[in-house]
Structure formats: structure tokens, C-alpha cells
């Protein structure tokens, strides 16, 4: 051993180090430098690694200078020529500069793209609070919003107070902010929802989920104030009800009145209570649970998982609130909810059922219907179904007879005797056997029953025509006895699942066991099971059966560590004169043992390095035994013939290669690259490789550029891109942008871009658009680039390529994406509105390809104006896109949206982009900020005159009333909260429109929009009008009935069916014929609803007395139930 005075001579610190692996040279220099802090000599040791000029050395001298947070050295590596260093070297920086007087600003500003975004994140990992202060504006200022936000999170309090509302645009991982500022994140999350549209709410959840996830930890009152009070109040967003089960700790109260709110009231019916809640089911009274019962009474499917979640003993309470005992008398309730009923209630509503005739007259019901009841009750029916002749019915009353046992909790005995004739039945029929004892409560089988469970095993080991199928099941069986009994390894039923495993093992031939949860069962039950079939494993293997260890090992899984004797049949294995490779994979598995392993099999031969996890245990874990693999040498064994070099597939990773390592396993891939009757891939991979040791820089690459095939070349200079000295690949690329592969050079350029200083980009840049003669593709992708790597030079460089004359148009759509880089500069506006007004569609259309969130605030007005401009643009293609994209830039400017819009709309010359400004117009008045622009536009349609070419012509016929029907029809399809809102505007349209004669079906829908159907009052005081309308104009009698029929039935979620028979009474009862006739639509809902109770059953008989014919007509042709 080497004193570690003598270690700080670099040739001899390096000659102990070469006989070590990677993580070991990391170690000893790490301990070097712990043991020499404020050393000079230690320092000078770290200078002379760096100077060296390796990769290899300068990552030893960057880990021995982040243990004695040596800044010289650091500062010194950021100008190293090899890029991962100077990566790395940046990402150190925060942690080993400490001086405050230190010019970070000066550092940064020189740094490439990759060494920029690494100090970034490593400020923000290390928490260098003051760096990020420091940074920020500069940061801002140079290269926008996207990367100063990755700042934030470490930023004091007051700078994040005041530049959240100007990067929180930027922001996507808002985690580690939230964690620092909640109530920050919190104020600007519920300004946010406070500002956005009611159509924008629910993507603010969205863009703050991790957020919202990190509030309901610590903030949780917030979350759901904005919840309650913010919305989107008709449903439940996905990102806050993620959440639930926390927040519900905090506030019950406030958790329950977000599922029970009017507004949501479909979105519970048609998603039921969420998980969380249901796993939190205690935060809940049974007073709260018994509503919730009663809101989900529509949906019993929903109702089953939550009774299913409660206590057996509250369920009959809940169930009878839900559902009241003379308004069940009729109902269907699904199996599911019979399921998860107490054992008596279950047996009176089964028996119950059984008397409808719907279930009497269907056998399969009628059985299904059965097995619901208790076992002593149903058993004779269900017996005696089985003795039927055809076996899929047969083997289904098997099915229900168990079934009904396992939800009795009793009469296992019987049954099992029962079923013990299925011995020499179908296989069907004993595989549904099978899945329905497997599906039973293991508790449920007790020792007395072994002799009966053993005669059902038996006829599945001993039948001829066993499935996969059965025996699948009776594995399941055979487990969950197994999992059950795991702590009486002497009892019966634990041995009686140990022989049910043995019996289906020797049966076939083969281990078959599907794939189970090992880790549910202790190890010494685990090992008994292994001892079972263990035999039959050796067995296995002195026939040289491979495949029956190998399904055992890939069954077990990761079981296998815990089977001593099966790591001992895969042993026997790796002796065989051919070794599957799965055989090393399963032997391999153990980790503590592994490094151990390796070595043994590489002693034992070392063709066993063509084994892909022996390889990579050495590549990442033992790099000091690669050296004999990788020399050239030949390798011969049971495994490699010896014939030919074998090369390892390493890729990757050669960083933790010495580079001596790095220099001879290069002499084999430029072998492999430069030899022709190898394959395009090979070669390809071969280059690739090369291309990323950061200590050897290959000049064959040169030799394949000058090679006809174009695979090959465009291998090579891709692989040039990967280099660790981006700045020597760069003139190899641009010096092939004129030739036939200049695509493939441009795509490759970025890479090294992004790791070469930005002086060097931007001069590189400028003498690449400088060239007279450049492909198309090369100039636009330069173009990308200016605004990629934004710097002030660029933007310079920008302007003058857009400047130039006849500039092609797929780089003036470039020159446009760049510029959205800068937008806090006039200049990229100036361009922008060229391009807006630009005859060709394609420069148009570029525009429009931009998120609104993706912008400063301050930017989002004037962009919005282009895309106006845009909508104006002479392809009608073109604008309707416009206006498609026009609808996602509505907030704070409705009325420029709507105005816009509705001079589309109002335009009876152009037939081509209406549709589409129509729904940007709906998009604007959604919060009923622009009702005038809307009720000026109907009345504008209203009053327009036809022309004598637009009546009933072969092209167009009556443009500007289908355009009226239309508007008309979307206001009134709006949700139901946004109906609420928009109330004034239906009042001013139906003044605006009421006095038009043909106008009048469109009023009637209007009134319906503000309907109240759950308030009889209200519904009736907005359907007076129409009642009356209908009254002076019975031609619109069937029409109101329909509309009213439908317009009902869409809200049928919101509304109480004993609200709807009040409003039915008060129809009813009216003077007026339309008054009665509409009540009885009303009617037909209604009794769908409550199952034709006894109180809609007698108004319907009623109505069908009614002195007027024409609604005894009516009521005659509603029918209660169906022949």
C-alpha cells in the first residue's frame, strides 16, 4: 500500500488507482481528500489531474475538490475541453464556492447552454438562496422567463411575492416552490382561478397539480375554499379529487358539501363517491353517509361500493334511506348491490325480487336472483337446477349454489358434499366449480372438509380433458389455503394445498403455476411449497429438461432469493454443456451475493462474459476485470468458439472506464466500423460508441466520411455530434451543410450547440447565414436555433436573415417562432404583424400555432391581435382556424373576440368560416360578459331581408335564419351552471326576438334555458310564458311538448322527482289545454324516474279520465310497463 504522502505525486496516485474500479477510485479520492484538507499540496495535486487535459483525471480531481470544496479547482475545470466536465463543474459550483465576493454573474454569462441549466438546478438542489437572487434578473433578462423560473423556487420571499405574476407562466414543476412559500403559491393559485374564464378553471387545476398536491398537505382549507367557492363547480376536477383522502382529514364538513352540491349532483351519479373518500370512510358521520345513500339512489351501482366500504352493521339503515320500503315494491336492484346487503335484508329483497315477473320468467335471473337468498332457502331450488342436460347450464347453477354459500357464510359442508359429483362431469363445468371455490373466503374452509375438497382436486388431476383454465383455478384455491394456514405448517389444510401443488406438478410434466403474490406468505411456507415439488426439479434436470427450473424461477420471481434449493437447481444448470441465458439471469439475481457469483463463473470459464448480465456487472460494478475482455485476446470456452474477437456490448457508461480501457476497446470498434462486410447497424452502433469515450477521439471517423455508402456517412457524422470536444466537431459538420447528407449534419449540429460557449454559437451562426448558398433546411434549422439559444447577438441575426430579400417561406415561418423568443423587444412585433398580414396561408398559419398560457400576461393582448388579423386572412381555411384558436384567448378580452366573431357571423357574402366564428363567440359570452354583442347580432339576423337569390336556390337558402337557429340553439345547449349565468341574455333575446312571428319556436327554447326544474315555483313562473305562447299558437303545441320532453330529461340529474310532480300538479290543474297537455310530458319523466310509484301511477290514470280527448289520447299512449 502506497502512503498517502506519496499519493500526492499524480503518477503515483494514478498507478494504484489503475487496479481499481471506478466506484472504489471515486472512494480513495474522496478519502484522499478528506485526509489532506487545506492541504497545498493536495490542491496543486487536483490542478495537475485537471491540466492533464483527460476526462479521466479531471473527474478525479472533481471529486477530490468537491470534498475539500476546493473553488480554484472547480473554476478551473470549467475550462476544460471536454463538455461532461465542464458540466459537472458547473453543477459543483454552488456547493464548493462559498466567497460572496465571487462574480457568478461573469461565470454564467459565459457558460454553455448545458452548463448554464446545470448551475441553474444544482442552486436550486443545494438551496443557494443568495446565488438565485443574484441571478435572477440577469438570468430573466439574457434568456427569458423559462429558465430564471427554474430559480424561484430558492428565492427569498419578497422577490417570489413579486415575480410570480410575472414567471408563473413559466413555471412547470411547482412542487419545490409550494414547499418554500405555500401561502405564496396559495394566493397566486386562487387569483388565478379568480381571473380565469369558467371554461379556463379547470385547466388551472391542470397546470398546478403538483401544486395543488403539496396544498392539500399543508394548506388544505384553501384548496377547498377554492374548490367551493372558485369551481369549476359542475364536477369534481381529477387533480382535486386525487386529493380527497387528505383533505377530507382536515375538513369533513367541507369535503361532504363538495360531493352533495346541487351543481354537481350529475357528476356524483355518473362517478359515484371517489375512492379517497371511501378508504376514509370514518371522517364521515353515518347521518353524512346516509345522504350520499340517497343522492346515489339512481345509480346502485355506485351505492354497492359505498356500502361495500361501511360497516355490515349501518348498511340496512342507509339502504332503507336510500331506497323507501313501498317505493321498492317494483324495483330491480343489480347483484352487485344485493351483494354487499346484511344477510337478512339481502334474502327479503332477493325473495322479493323473485316474485317480479321479469325475474320469474328468466331462468338465468331467476337462478341469479336465488343464490341471493340465505343458503338454507335457496339450496333445494338450486340443487335441482342443477340436473339439467346441457353443461353450461349446468356448470352455472353449480356456480350460483356456491356462490350463494360464500355470501350465507354457512353451509360449506353441504355444498362441498354436492359438488363432490362433479367428479366425472366436463370440464366446464368443474372449472366454474373451481373459480367459484377460489373466489370463496378462505376462512370459510375448515378441516373437516379436506376429504371433500380432496375428491374435487382429485378429478381435476386424474380428467384427461383438464384446461389451463381449471387448473389455474385450482391453484388459486390451493394458495389461498396455503396463505391462510401459513402459520400451522402441521395442519391438515396446509398440507392438504402442499399435495393439491405436488398432484397438478407431476400431472403434467411441468411446473405451471401462475404468477401469485410470494410476498404474502412467510419464507418457511414458501420453502415447504419448494419442498413439495423440489424432486421433481431434480428430476427435471438429469433429463436435462431445462425449461421446467427455468418456469419455476421466472414463477417464483423474486421469490428466488429466498429459495436456497432452487439457487441450487439452477447451479446444476450453468454445468450443462449449453446455458440458457435466463439460467445467469435467475442465478445472478441475488444481490448480495452477485459480485461473488460472477467472479466464480468467469474462473470457471471466461466465455461466460458473452452473457448479458455477467457483462453488465462488470461494466458498472467491476470495471477492473474488463481489461482481459476487451484486449483483443481470444476467448474461448463452452460459450465463444474462439473463431473470432468477441466484442462486449457496451455502448455507454465508459466514462467509468480507465483510459487505457477506453484506447483498446476502440482499436476492436474501429475494426468493426471500418470493416464492409459487417452490417449497416453494426457499424453504425460501433461509431456511436466510439463517439462517446471521453478519452479517445477516433480519426477513422474521417476515413468512413470518404465511404460511398450513405448509411454509413450519415452514421459518422451523427456520431460526431456525441463527442466530449464539441468544439473540434463542429467545423466537420458545417463543412458537410452544402453536400447531399447536409440534413443529417443540420440535425447534428444541435448537439454540439448546446455544449460549445455562446460566443462560438453565435459566431458560428452568423457566418452559417452569412453563406450565400444554403439549403433550405440548413437555414431554417440555423434560424430555430437563434431563437433556441436566445442571446442579444441572436436577435441581431434575426433580423438581418429577415431583412434579406425573396426569403423562402419555411424560414420566414422559423424566423416567426424564433421571434416569439423576444417579445419584450418591438422589433419581434414588427415581424410578427408581417407575418400576420402575409398573403401566403402557410406564414398566416404558423401564427396560430401558440398556447396562450405559453406567454408573458403582458404579451397575450397583441398576440390575440394578430390571430384577429389572421381571421380576416383571404383563405378560408386559414380563418376558420383563426377563430378555433380564437376561442382559447378569451379572457380579458371578450369583447375584441366577440367583435371579431360576430362580424364573421354577420357577413352573408362569406359562407366559409361562420361555423367557426360562432363558436368563438359562444366561447366569449360563456360568463356573460358580452351579452349586447350577442343580442345585436340576433336581432341584426332577425331584421336582415332575404334576397331573392337566397330563397329555396340551389346553393344557398336562407343564410342569415339557419345562422340565427344555430346561435340560438348553442345558448341554449350550454351546461346548466353556465345557463344560470347567462340568464339576462336570454331575457334580452327573447325581447329582441318575441315580436317575430317565425321566430317563435326559438323564444320557447330560450324560456326553457332558464328553467328551474327542481324548484316547481320557479319552473312554472319561466313556463308561463311559453305556456301562453303556445296557448295563442296551438301549431306550437307538439313542438313546446318535445322541447320541454327533452330540455327536462337533460337535467333530470338536477332535479327532485317530488319537485317535478308538484310542478306536474300545478299544470294539471290550470285553465289552459296547453297547461294540461305540456303537464303530462312532464308526467312521463317523472314516473320513468320513480318506477311508476303510486302517486304518478294516479295521475296517470287521471290524465287518461281527462274530459278533453285530445289528452286522453296522450296519456292512453304512456305506458307504465312494456309486454
Known sequence: MIDNHDLMNK??????????????????????????????????????????????????????AAVVNDARAVMLALKHPKAGVRGRAARLLPEVVTDPDDSIEAEIAMMSYHCRRQLLRSIVNTYRQDWAERLLPLVLDRWGAQEASLLLAVCSEETVHSRLPQLGYALHNWRLLTKNHPDLVAAYFKNALQNATQREKAGVWWTLSSAIEVLSASRPAIVLECALQLGPKEIIHPVLKQQLGILIQASPEDVFELLTRAEARGYLLNHGVPAGVLKKRKMFTIAQWTTLAALLADQPAHLAKVLDTLAPSCREAIFHAAYKEDERKTRVFP??????????????????????????????????????????????????????????????????????????????????????????????????????????????????????????????VDARDTSYGTRSATEKLA??????????????????????????????????????????????????LFDEIYAFGVEANKRENVSVVLHMADLFGKAVDRLPKLQLLLEELLKAKVVPTQVVHYWLAPYRTRDARVRELLDRDPSFISFHDVFMHLHLKRQEWLTPFISGQIIKGKHLSGKTIYVVPASNGFHRWLPRQQKAFASLLERVALDDKRSFHERASAMRSLAVMPDYRSDQLKVLLQEQEVHVVEAALYAYSLWEEPEQALPVLLDHLDGDRACVAMYSIPRCMRRVRPVMLTSMLSDLLNREKLKITVRKEAVRLLGAYKSSENMTLLIREYEKPNVHKDVTIAIGHAARQWLDDERSWTMLRDMAASPQRDVARSLLNQYAGGLPVQARSRYLQLIIEIAGHADAVVAREAFQVMSQWVNGSEEKVAASASRAILDMEDKGRWRAAMDTLIAACYDGKVNDRVISVCTQLADMKTKTEWNAAPERDLPERQRLVALIDKLTSLPPNARRVLVPLYTGLIDALKSQETLKPAVIKLYLAMVEWNQADLAALHLEPVIQLVDSHPYLLDYAY???????????????????????????????????????????????SLLWNKACTDRLRAYRNHELEAIRLAALDIWTVLE
Open 479 to 528: 394458495f389461498a389455503l396455503l396463505r391462510e394456514h401459513a402459520a400451522e405448517p402441521k395442519g391438515v389444510l396446509f398440507k392438504f394445498a402442499l399435495r393439491t401443488f405436488g398432484r397438478l406438478t407431476m400431472r403434467d410434466g411441468q411446473f405451471a403455476l401462475f404468477w401469485m403474490n410470494w410476498d404474502s406468505i412467510p419464507s418457511s411456507a414458501l420453502e415447504a
Open 11 to 64: 503518477e503515483l496516485l494514478l498507478s494504484e488507482l489503475d487496479s481499481l474500479g471506478y466506484s472504489d477510485r471515486m472512494k480513495r479520492m474522496a478519502l484522499l481528500g478528506r485526509q489532506h484538507t487545506g492541504d497545498a499540496d493536495y490542491s496543486a495535486l487536483l490542478v495537475s489531474l485537471l491540466e492533464s487535459g483527460t476526462a479521466y483525471e479531471a473527474h478525479l480531481a472533481l471529486t477530490g
Open 335 to 460: 347483484m352487485p348491490l344485493l351483494d354487499v346487503l346484511p344477510h337478512r335484508l339481502r334474502d327479503k329483497e332477493a325473495a322479493r325480487m323473485l316474485e317480479l315477473r321479469d325475474i320469474r320468467d328468466d331462468r338465468e335471473n331467476m337462478l341469479e336472483t336465488t343464490a341471493r337468498l340465505l343458503i338454507v332457502h335457496a339450496r333445494e331450488k338450486l340443487e335441482q337446477a342443477v340436473q339439467v342436460t346441457n353443461s353450461d347450464e349446468r356448470a352455472a347453477a353449480y356456480a350460483h349454489l356456491i356462490r350463494c354459500t360464500a355470501l350465507s357464510r354457512s353451509g360449506m359442508d353441504e355444498t362441498l358434499r354436492f359438488l363432490t359429483r362433479i367428479k366425472n362431469d366436463q370440464d366446464p363445468v368443474r372449472w366454474q366449480v373451481m373459480v367459484e371455490l377460489s373466489n370463496c373466503p378462505a376462512p370459510m374452509f375448515k378441516e373437516e372438509h379436506v376429504n371433500d375438497l380432496t375428491v374435487l382436486v382429485d378429478s381435476v
Open 1042 to 1088: 318535445r322541447q320541454i320532453t327533452q330540455a327536462a330529461s337533460a337535467s333530470q340529474a338536477y332535479w327532485i322527482p317530488e319537485a317535478m310532480l308538484a310542478l306536474v300538479d300545478y299544470l294539471r290543474n290550470g285553465q289552459l289545454f296547453a297547461a294540461q297537455y305540456i303537464g303530462l310530458s312532464l308526467l312521463k319523466i317523472t314516473g320513468a
